[in-house]
Structures are given as C-alpha cells and as structure tokens.
C-alpha cells in the first residue's frame, strides 16, 4: 500500500510540475492593420490622407520601389538590393517630413521565438540605421521584431522561408 501512494504522490508530482515547465508566450502588439492611422487636421500643410492620397501608407506603396527588404538565412546585412529598396524609400520620406514609420523585423519559423525576435530586431534596427545614414530623421522612425509570428507566407519550404526574412516599412502618420 505504501509502494502504492509513493507512485501516485510521485507521478502526482511529475503531472503538476509538467504543467508549470510552459510559459505563457508574451501579448503581441497589434497587426499594422489594426493600428489606429493618425491623420493631420485637415487643411494643414502636408495632410497625411488614409484613402490613398499624398503622404498616406497607399501613396507610399505606390512610389517605392517596394515597401520589403529580404534577408539570407542568419543575415541582417543590408546588401545592394535592399539599399536600392530603402533608397527609393528615402527619396519619398524626405518630400513627406511630417510622415512617422514603423520598420517591422520579421523571420522565417526555423528556430526559437526568442531568437527569431532578436534577428528581427536587428533587421529591423538594420534597415532604420541605413534610412537614418541617408538623411532620415531618427526620431520619425520606430522598430519593432514580430520574430517568427506574422509570416507572410504560409509553408515550409524555402520559398516561403525566403518571403518571411524580411523588414517592412509601415507608414503609421504624422
């Protein structure tokens, strides 16, 4: 009897403390779309317009060469493709000073969470360092590393892991 209630205190034991390995991931941030657009009051010079106009997230697609910069496997080096992506980006940011970004770091889903939002933290802070050494103001851009957990593409292939090694730039207003 006593064998009996060692096992069942033991394996007891080993189901509570199972369940207290896990922690609870951290809350993320809300998707760019869910993100509340600020909107200069109308009338003043260099309106950020929502619908697409002059200044807005639309016009930004619109004008860049791409609003993406894609990495290697491991890699946050800004190579020659991406300076021509961020230089076009450059060139639209300075005829819209009042405008705010956000450079979002993201990674493919090999690998930790943890190490995952530290790449794209680099990613991201890679892409802000190059803007700011081209003449963008630091303080009209942010970061931020969504790590593994907002792919662009769905897949475990290379394809998809290459789509998902990004930075993206995210106009978030004045």
Known sequence: MAKISTTLLAATALIALAGCAKKRPAVLPPAPAEQATEVAPSGSAGDVDPNGGPGSDAD????VQSNTVNFGV???DIDS?????????????????????????????????EYNLALGDRRA?????????????????????????????????????AQNRRAVTVIIGR
């Open 60 to 63: 930004f697609r619109r004008s």
């Open 74 to 76: 491991d890699v946050y």
């Open 81 to 113: 493709t991406a300076r021509a992506i961020l230089d076009s980006q450059v060139e639209w940011l300075a005829r819209y000073p009042q405008v705010r970004i956000t450079v979002e770091g993201h990674c493919d889903e090999r690998g930790t969470r």
């Open 125 to 161: 802070n890679a892409a802000k360092n190059y803007l700011v050494a081209r003449g963008v103001a630091a303080s009209r851009i942010s970061t931020i590393s969504y790590g593994k957990e907002r792919p662009l593409a769905l897949g475990s292939d290379e394809e998809a892991y």
